[in-house]
């Protein structure tokens, strides 16, 4: 099992929960289980060819997934995914 | 004899000594850390959240020369977190009353004041008269534009960012190390960002991550401890969590990398997918639209027709219209069926983007009778009922 933490903005895409336990061998089926549980987040971690987002990084425990082996990382028990996205301030939250 | 061009060596006044005292007995300081403030210079681009307490610590610590960019005027709503203006300071200039508040903690600092908006235009020539740059700002724009500047001038930029209850900090394009663009190499699309029914902040928030960027400032400035470089500090408030992430320089950064694609700034606008300026309310009504008096007086005339809100519960009880049903737009496509398509419909929200797209839903849906409320319960305050608060 690998503990995965939301960050705010997407947790109303979550089922509003801050983590979620979930099994995988990697980080992409982790997140893959992730956003079975919660399709609506799919969208928001993902662009339609399916990679993941440019805005969005995911570390494995303190370590970006970029330098690890992306997708394909190995996710052992015990293991940390954090999904933490760009946030700029207040502006352009349209209303 | 050659001409003396140099300036006089700069000394602390018996003043200073005195107000300085604490940092001058510590040995990381001193004097020799002191008179480095002193001869420092820092631009500071945001007077707002982020800016109230960068701007406070860093006159207080004794920085030279701090420079402010800021165009804002001083409203309401920021008084909650930007504790260096005051009730007195609402609709003056952010510069004026941040200069102010400054020079009163610390007459020794000079302040330049900067009142534009930071542009592709100005960007370089502002930023290349300071030492270092502290990130203020509330928007992806700047944030690309102060990150581009900082890495084409090497300049270090102090970043932190709010949302809400989190926090993100780090130092950026300090001594060739990574930037914004190693660390996110796009903004989100617009659509994509958060409404502002899921916005807001903790006044508290950017208090926290404005000390923990100004900490940073003096700590690059008196060369002392192990800057927040190559890694990114992420603070929940609600947790009371710091957690830390590796920040590696991407070699494929398209500004910072081994083989740069943007060697001047761009807009950065058209790059955020956002416009330079909020598009002016159009004068009149659009296609669809129902002002506020008029659904007033529908209301009074007795008309047949459904008032629906589509704004949040927690925003509903700061203020509503009585006569208006609340249905949350995330709620709305499970809720559709307490609707008849046969009536006919008016929906509101706070300023008439989220009712917007609620018209627009309720149309897929098969709805024809369905208007939305100019302006939403801010106009109808205006217009209205003056006594309906604003948020």
């Given at each position: 099992m690998a503990k995965v933490l939301i960050p705010t903005p997407l947790r109303q895409y979550a089922g509003k929960q801050d983590s979620v336990e979930l099994n995988g061998g990697t980080v992409g089926e982790?997140?893959?289980?992730?956003?079975?549980?919660?399709?609506?987040?799919?969208?928001?971690?993902?662009?339609?060819?399916?990679?993941?987002?440019?805005?969005?990084?995911?570390?494995?425990?303190?370590?970006?997934?970029?330098?690890?082996?992306?997708?394909?990382?190995?996710?052992?028990e015990g293991d940390t995914i954090s999904i933490?996205?760009?946030?700029?301030?207040?502006?352009?939250?349209?209303? | 004899m050659p001409v003396e061009t140099q300036a006089p060596p700069v000394t602390l006044s018996k003043e200073e000594i005195l107000r300085y005292s604490r940092h001058l007995i510590m040995p990381e300081v001193g004097m020799e850390g002191q008179l480095k403030l002193k001869r420092a210079s820092v631009l500071l681009v945001g007077a707002g959240g982020l800016g109230a307490p960068l701007g406070l610590?860093?006159?207080?610590?004794?920085?030279?020369?701090?420079?402010?960019?800021?165009?804002?005027?001083?409203?309401?709503?920021?008084?909650?977190?930007?504790?260096?203006?005051?009730?007195?300071?609402?609709?003056?200039?952010?510069?004026d009353s941040a200069a102010e508040s400054m020079l009163d903690i610390n007459p020794n600092v000079v302040i330049d004041r900067h009142e534009v908006a930071l542009t592709s235009e100005n960007a370089l020539d502002i930023i290349r008269n300071y030492d270092f740059v502290v990130d203020g700002t509330d928007n992806f724009p700047t944030r690309y534009l102060i990150n581009d500047a900082c890495v084409l001038l090497k300049k270090p930029n102090v970043y932190g960012s709010i949302f809400r209850f989190d926090g993100q900090a780090t130092i950026l394009a300090h001594e060739g190390g990574p930037c914004y663009r190693c660390l996110y190499p796009e903004p989100p699309p617009p659509g994509l960002v958060p409404s502002c029914a899921e916005g807001g902040?903790?006044?508290?928030?950017?208090?926290?991550?404005?000390?923990?960027?100004?900490?940073?400032?003096?700590?690059?400035?008196?060369?002392?401890?192990?800057?927040?470089?190559?890694?990114?500090?992420?603070?929940?408030?609600?947790?009371?969590?710091?957690?830390?992430?590796?920040?590696?320089?991407?070699?494929?950064?398209?500004?910072?990398?081994?083989?740069?694609?943007?060697?001047?700034?761009i807009d950065y606008h058209q790059f955020c997918g956002v416009p330079a300026h909020e598009p002016e309310p159009a004068p009149g009504l659009?296609?669809?639209?129902?002002?506020?008096?008029?659904?007033?007086?529908?209301?009074?005339?007795?008309?047949?027709?459904?008032?629906?809100?589509?704004?949040?519960?927690?925003?509903?009880?700061?203020?509503?219209?009585?006569?208006?049903?609340?249905?949350?737009?995330?709620?709305?496509?499970?809720r559709v069926n307490e609707l008849n398509s046969a009536d006919e419909i008016v929906a509101h929200c706070k300023s008439g983007m989220r009712s917007a797209k609620a018209v627009e839903f309720l149309k897929q849906a098969g709805f024809r009778k369905v208007k939305n409320m100019k302006g939403g319960i801010l106009l109808w305050s205006d217009k209205v009922d003056p006594s309906v608060p604003k948020y």
């Open positions: 982790v997140l893959s289980s992730l956003t079975g549980q919660y399709a609506e987040l799919r969208r928001h971690l993902y662009n339609d060819e399916g990679k993941l987002r440019s805005f969005v990084n995911v570390y494995l425990n303190d370590e970006d997934i970029r330098y690890l082996g992306r997708d394909a990382t190995p996710v052992k933490v996205p760009s946030i700029a301030g207040g502006r352009f939250h349209a209303g | 610590y860093l006159a207080a610590a004794g920085i030279g020369r701090i420079g402010l960019v800021d165009f804002d005027v001083v409203d309401f709503t920021n008084l909650q977190r930007q504790v260096i203006h005051g009730t007195k300071d609402v609709g003056r200039k952010k510069l902040v903790l006044g508290i928030l950017p208090g926290a991550i404005g000390i923990i960027q100004a900490t940073e400032t003096v700590k690059l400035i008196l060369g002392v401890g192990e800057p927040l470089v190559g890694r990114l500090l992420l603070y929940d408030a609600l947790a009371m969590r710091f957690r830390e992430f590796k920040l590696h320089k991407d070699p494929e950064c398209p500004i910072c990398g081994e083989h740069p694609t943007i060697k001047e700034l659009k296609e669809g639209e129902i002002d506020p008096t008029e659904v007033r007086a529908k209301i009074d005339r007795g008309d047949r027709f459904v008032l629906i809100d589509v704004r949040e519960p927690h925003e509903y009880q700061i203020c509503n219209i009585p006569f208006a049903k609340l249905i949350p737009l995330g709620e709305l496509p499970a």
